[in-house]
């Protein structure tokens, strides 16, 4: 496996690269699903491309996250299935794929 070494071009991008390091910020929020109250721990960053995702189709963070919770695979944790979600929309966006599966 190669490793790319290149050095970085200005401080801006030194400090982009060092924010990498950083231990992520992380919030526990409480949703309602299925009725029920949840809490979920998840990186802020996590969060924001939730909010993102559920404005893109028109639904509420709490109608986004009840979706997947209904759509996870049975023994996947729900965090880590909102993680891959997230992942994986914002992968296929960048592809130019229009169709997304949870």
């Not at 030194?14 to 809490?39: F, N």
């Not at 909102?82 to 599966?101: D, E």
């Amino acid at each position: 496996m190669k490793l790319d070494r290149r050095i970085p071009r200005s401080l801006d991008e030194m400090a982009d690269l060092s924010s990498l390091a950083a231990p992520p910020a992380v919030v526990t929020r409480s949703l309602t699903i299925g009725g029920r109250r949840a809490s979920l721990r998840l990186e802020a960053t996590i969060w924001d491309g939730l909010k993102d995702i559920a404005k893109s189709q028109g639904k509420s963070l709490e109608a986004l996250c009840a979706d997947i919770h209904d759509s996870r695979t049975e023994g996947i944790p729900f965090a880590t299935s909102v993680r891959v979600y997230v992942l994986n929309h914002f992968r296929r966006t960048a592809a130019g794929a229009t169709t997304l599966v949870a």
